[in-house]
């Protein structure tokens, strides 16, 4: 609950208050700077690792100029730190993969606190996240959010809609209870009654999580498009 408190206070401010690290947003309007605006339509995504509960730099990748490849930038302090052009075949295709930034409506600051929110209801610990921001199968912009112990092991990934904050599914963690719970409440009951019981729990506990979430989202989200003309 706590991270939760405190993830809402630095967003009711408006400011990165007590975060140091740059948000996702604010690492592509230094692309956008520095490359021009033109760049921001040729994101393919934007990823970083060991966010506490931002990472210190994004890696940004982007579709060169008539498709001939791709860009990859670190961006961190507020500049673009390395700019390479990896292999086409390390990179794989581009094709269909751009995120159309005019849909995002959630920085990575509002999905830690709507992944955050999530993990407290499935009684989740963690100590820092790695962010992901892509497409879906549907051409969708999409957060992966997965959530790291103090010993940088996995506990749970969410994954979160960038355009509406709905959270689409979760995987290491059933929304109430762990993939353990689950194991334990097996092995000690009976297999017909116990799973269909503790399924019917997690599948509750799941929506409700989602509820809470679209109602968390209203209270965090931000658009791109009004974030990057913002004077």
Not at 102 to 107: Q, T, V
Not at 172 to 186: H, I, L, Q, S
Not at 200 to 222: N, P
């Amino acid at each position: 609950m706590w991270r939760l408190i405190i993830a809402l206070l630095l967003l009711s401010t408006g400011q990165i208050w007590a975060q140091e690290n740059a948000t996702a947003y604010e690492a592509l309007r230094v692309v956008g700077t520095q490359l021009g605006r033109g760049a921001l339509n040729h994101i393919v995504s934007i990823t970083g690792v060991k966010g506490h509960p931002q990472p210190e730099k994004w890696k940004i990748i982007l579709e060169s100029p008539g498709g001939s490849g791709v860009r990859e930038l670190e961006v961190a302090d507020g500049k673009i730190d390395s700019d390479q052009t990896p292999d086409r075949s390390t990179a794989g295709s581009t094709e269909g993969a751009m995120i159309n930034v005019s849909r995002l409506n959630l920085d990575s600051s509002g999905a830690f606190a709507v992944a955050s929110h999530t993990a407290d209801a499935s009684h989740t610990r963690f100590a820092t996240a790695d962010y992901a921001l892509r497409t879906d199968e549907r051409g969708e912009p999409i957060w992966v959010v997965t959530l790291l112990n103090r010993s940088l092991r996995p506990v749970g990934t969410i994954y979160i809609g960038a355009n509406r904050g709905t959270v689409k599914r979760t995987e290491g963690m059933f929304a109430g209870a762990t993939m353990e719970d689950v194991e334990n409440d097996y092995d000690q009951g009976e297999r017909s009654g116990v799973i269909s019981d503790v399924k019917k729990s997690i599948k509750h506990a799941f929506h409700r999580t989602q509820d809470e979430a679209r109602g968390m989202f209203e209270r965090v989200k931000r658009s791109f498009s009004d974030f990057i003309n913002r004077e």
